[in-house]
């Protein structure tokens, strides 16, 4: 069969089958049992953490990578930033009626990629298939659950005034690359996703005692954390935009369609809230891996107008507004 | 606002606002902390399990439960009936853009409730919404983490010629529960879902020597899981009839419809293989707890015909087919 039906959603042989065929064989090791309601997890030594995530994104494929790669990127690094290294994960795949096997086998092989980039493994999974024209290909959810680093309690309450704001990379790249390969508007570019884990990053400032707070800028991008620093802690952020890292092909992109590359999400970016005295150390941490060659201070947070604040180029200010309408929705 | 919109996904104010308001407002307690990307578990110990499914029942409210109630009921009894005692849960919900917020209230406030019942507690969770026509409503996914109770290992290769089939009380009420709600037959009856947590049920086994292995009949129901235990060990099933309980509605909705109760699901149910020496015992069990009063033994395991074999009420058999198409999709 080329196409997913609903017998494959209906817990009989067809399903069975995919699960073993597709799921089991590119997801399979020792630790996944397929015929077990449950999963028993080797012992973990630590304290324990867990996050969830889903992944709607269309098209479930673009430059740089797909919806599966996406599902195993997406809470390992919801972990990695909360100081927790990730060890396993649940998988669910809700199917659509009619996507083609071949494109589910390769969101599934990628994601089996990824999973053994970050180093985890994928222990329970659920599949449902829901008719034809509901659903969107597929919607995948993972679960993750990791260890947190010994003593590491990061967090938005640890941040304090005069800290420094750092960005890993260059931002909206993901966004962008998405956007591009729906090919609704027209363009065409050699934008990749950023999507990638970024375990290194944050692993490589874990033991720095400045180190405040960390956070993935996906949904809602850049802007959304910043304005959730701004809320949680009721101080005031300055960022100086000249210094906020972006990839040229992906300015243009904006500019032609109006969008603000402030807002588009990343996937493979870190977000960091550093003591004064350690932010240059930070940066020259992130500088010698290969994913954060372009890490760059940004700004800082004051105790002076609790907005959040851009210093334009041109030595102009203006307040960066929250996000309301859903700018590019579908896209993580 | 009445109903979701597209932008209480995207990561902004209103998403902020729906998950304050909506979400943390039922489920919120001690451990949750809607501000972070990953949370903390308290210590836990012993020997972890975790388990995920998937909820894409169609219509999302029926009699006795709705898909919030299901969600927490699905993944504490994938885990009860492996041995573990759930303890945390993630959440993710993927909202249909136009879904009303009242129905979205009233399906976390079951899960509330549910959760509360089954002493678990929801830690992390995520929501996305998809546009109008994608998505049926709102799909939720659980994730639960659970210990396993010590010294207890249960499997399917655990099973032996001369064990029991148990089954904990009437089978389908679910199935035909959501079959009746959809209306679309122009049936109407008082048919309630026997949607419940069956932690006492398990519970109830733990410590018995003779328990060999247990599972929950949700999607292919009773039959499904018969087939699946004759496939992992490659031994034979017979089953009397007669000692399988329906509700008498659910066997006349059948008789109407056409459909055979043997696959349809249910969400409060467990069937049990034990020793053939402690099948009394087990059986005694249940019928001490309320939601066990109607248990059965219906069969054994046999080395004979590898086939799941009925025995009818008249003294003839019959071999019980595997599900192949689909009777009843979304129903769980």
Redesign the interface.
Known sequence: MSHIT??H??????MRQLIEEVFRAELGHSALDT???????P??NG??????????VNPLEFPGGNIGSLAIHGTVN??A??G?IPH?L?????IEEGLELATLQRIIHSMAKAARAAGVQI?????????R????GV?L?T????V?HKNLHL??RQIKDGDRILVSGPIGDHGAAVMLAREQFGLKGDLQSDADNVLALCRSLYDLTGLRFM??P????LA?VL??IQ??TGLGIRIRQANIPIHETVQSVCEILGYDPLFLACEGRVVAVVGQSQADEALARWHELENGREARIIGSITSTLPLVVLETDLGGERILP??????L??IC
Request: net charge negative.
């Open positions: 609903l017998a959603g209906n817990g009989g042989r067809l015929q077990v309601d449950a999963a028993s997890l012992a973990m304290e324990l953490m867990m996050s969830v995530d889903s992944f709607t919801d972990l930033v909360s927790a396993f649940s998988l669910s795949a809700i222990v329970c999974g659920d599949t449902k298939v829901v008719p024209g509901e659903g969107s919607y959810t679960t993750g659950i990791g947190r967090g938005l956070r993935d996906t949904r809602g991008g959304t304005h959730e809320h949680a929250e996000l309301e309408d859903d700018p929705p579908r």
